[in-house]
Structure formats: C-alpha cells, structure tokens
C-alpha cells in the first residue's frame, strides 16, 4: 500500500464522528488535526499521497516537496488553495472531490430563499427584542411566495442543479448564466447573460468556482443591475463578491438582503458591518459540513485514492 497522510483532517472531522475506514482499506493513512508549513514539510517525508482541506500550498512549499509525493487530494470541490503550475512541475497529480455536498449546499440556499421569503430571521429577532407588533398589530414584514418570483443562478454545475430542482417544485422561474450556455427542456428555464440575469431576477444565487475570472465578478457595478427588492446569496467562494462593495449596497438600499455561507476573509474581523445588519443573513461556511456530507467525502477521497494506486486516476484537476 502507498502511504498517505490527511494534514488536517480536523477541519473535516472537527466533531469526531467520521469513519475513516474506507481509507484505511486502501492506503497507510496517517491522520494530523492541523499542519503548519514546517511540519508539512517534516509529516509528508516517505508520504506518497497527501489530503488537505483548504489549506494553502504554494509554490515554495510545493518546491521543497520530495519526489516521493505523487497526489495532492484537496477534500473538497474548490482547489484553489493549491498551486496547480507547482505541482504540475513537480509532477505531482493533483484531484479534488466534486458533488459531495451538492444536496446539503442546495438546501442551505434554499433555507436562505425560504428565510427571506418569510422574514424570518427578521422576526425572529423582534421577538428577542420584545417587539410583539406582528402577534398584537399587523404583520409588519414582507411575506412573499415563491410561486412565480424568478431565481438566477450563476453557474449550473451539481450545486445550482440540486438548487433548480428545488426551485423548480416551489414554482420558481430560473435564469441561468454559465460558461457553457444549453439550452433547457423545461420553458421556465433559460440562459441568459449575466446582465439579464441580475436585471430580471428576484433572487440571485451563486454556484460557480473560484477563479481569477470570477473573482469580484459581483462587484459595486453589476450589484447595481439588481432590483432594489432582489436578494443576493452566496454559497460557493466569499472572492466572487467584492464585499466592501456589497456593504456599500446593502448600506444604500441597491439590493435589498444578502446571505452569506462564505466571506471574502474567513473567519471575518469581528468588526464587520455584515455582522450587524438586519438584512443579511451569516453562516460560518457551513454548507459542507452535514455529518452526511462528511462521511461521502471520506468515502469519496478512498475511492480518488483506490483509482489512483490502480492507475486509472479520477477528478484530475491537473
């Protein structure tokens, strides 16, 4: 068996209830709860496979890897934390996990469209500040369906697919901006631009990678194609949005609400305006971590393991 070793498995198994079993039964696995970049170098020594999740390896730190390394398994959809032209010279295969979370991300942006329709969060913190005016009075929210309202999506990969369907029962229309455009059997979806889909949506929903491209591909410009009543939701890389220009929005009344799963520094300073806004919703990347979610992924990094000691590697990135 090749040896292996998970560099900070913590971030995945944080609570210790995953089984790491199926790994095991492939490879000499070795578990550390956290790496710095000294110790990678000392614990990847005789390793022949490493797994990280979300931990940046440059290209100094690729450089001084020894020939024994031959995959990088980044636990995870996004790799963006790996120096790809690194590994690449060091001959080093480089493969990630996609469609692990696809059901529990979906679910968490549509927990985010449902709490928005409803405000629910904004409710909920009348009644933590005694306010009691939607039980005594009127109800004082808005309180929409969702039956008719338009959601784009930006990007259509496993995520926002799982996200359409779901919209797709609750009556949504679905707008969709992606690199490879298609055309849709079903009438209520389209593609469309990215300027159509900000114009037109009521929700706006992001489901694509991280990359220099898309990186603040929402920013103080394309926030103000957004309807002053439209949402803005984030469930994929916090860079997508140029935050500061989204506080800018969400400050002046551009859009009316965010919810954000991830952030542009995570975890944010303690001192960011998201943190006190009444029309935002924040969760600290959660998205991923359903115990269901967890255990696919371990699942999942046996079998790029197993395909890989068989030489037939999957989910190559490079």
């Not at 699942?299 to 790029?304: F, G, K, S, T, Y």
Request: charged content about 20%; proline content about 4%; overall charge negative.
């Amino acid at each position: 068996m090749l040896n292996t070793v998970f560099l900070n498995s913590q971030k995945v198994d944080f609570d210790k209830k995953l089984n790491f079993e199926s790994i095991t039964q492939v490879t000499n696995l070795t578990n550390y709860d956290s790496s710095s970049d000294e110790e990678i170098l000392k614990r990847i020594k005789d390793q022949n496979i490493i797994i990280t999740k979300e931990l940046p390896m440059g290209r100094d730190l690729i450089a001084q890897f020894p020939s024994s390394v031959k995959l990088i398994c980044e636990a995870g959809t996004g790799y963006n934390n790996i120096d790809l032209k690194a590994a690449k010279e060091k001959n080093i295969t480089v493969c990630n996990i996609p469609g692990y979370s696809s059901e529990a991300v979906a679910q968490l942006a549509m927990t985010f469209i449902l709490s928005f329709s409803s405000s629910m969060i904004v409710q909920q913190n009348m009644l933590k500040q005694k306010n009691y005016d939607n039980f005594t009075q009127y109800l004082n929210v808005p309180h929409f369906e969702l039956l008719g309202k338009t959601l784009g999506l930006i990007g259509s990969g496993g995520i926002g697919g799982q996200v359409m369907k779901i919209a797709r029962s609750l009556g949504m229309n679905i707008l969709v901006y992606s690199r490879t455009p298609k055309k849709w059997e079903d009438s209520n979806i389209q593609s469309v631009t990215l300027e159509e889909l900000l114009k037109k949506s009521d929700f706006v929903s992001i489901h694509c990678p991280l990359t220099p491209e898309t990186k603040h591909l929402i920013n103080r410009e394309t926030l103000k194609l957004m309807k002053p009543s439209a949402y803005l939701i984030n469930t994929s890389r916090g860079p997508i949005i140029k935050e500061t220009d989204l506080i800018e929005a969400l400050q002046n009344k551009t859009i009316a609400g965010a919810a954000l799963d991830v952030q542009e520094q995570e975890p944010p300073e303690l001192d960011n305006p998201l943190f006190d806004m009444d029309n935002v919703i924040l969760t600290p990347h959660i998205g991923w971590r359903c115990i269901e979610s967890r255990q696919r992924l371990i699942n999942l990094i046996a079998d790029d393991i197993k395909a890989f000691t068989e030489g037939n590697p999957i989910n190559v990135v490079i």
